[in-house]
């Protein structure tokens, strides 16, 4: 089912000030920013080796990010692997009995198709499944 982790989301409260930390500090490239409307966040992807990470400020306190950030402060938000069939990887993970969040895939950044995992079912980690095209 999952092909290679993808990328680590990191929710951060002001992300010029962030992308900072991974780019003077540790010299990673930043490979652009984008604002997904749907989740009310805006996105930072700095590629490391084969994974990446994403950088999510909020475009709106009522969005995740924002309900993240209130209740947990700044962090790893969620841990995202890559799939290639998402319809059947949730498929067989409900089948298996798996709190789902999204039990249909929805629109992600970088035009990727994604769903989570409850955490309940995880062990406290929001995981997310991501098709990318």
Not at 92 to 104: F, H, S, T
């Amino acid at each position: 089912m999952v092909v290679k982790l993808d990328h680590i989301g990191i929710a951060v409260s002001d992300l010029a000030e962030s992308l900072k930390v991974y780019t003077d500090m540790l010299g990673l490239e930043l490979h652009g920013t984008e604002t997904v409307e749907e989740q009310k966040v805006k996105t930072a992807f700095l590629p490391v080796g084969d994974t990446e990470i994403e950088l999510l400020q909020t475009t709106a306190p009522d969005g995740p990010i924002g309900k993240f950030i209130e209740a947990k402060g700044q962090g790893i938000q969620h841990i995202a692997f890559k799939v290639e069939d998402i319809e059947a990887a949730l498929a067989e993970l409900k089948a298996k009995g798996v709190r789902l969040i999204d039990e249909k895939p929805r629109y992600g950044a970088g035009g990727a198709r994604i769903a989570f995992l409850h955490p309940k079912a995880t062990g406290g980690v929001l995981i997310e499944l991501c098709q990318k095209d």
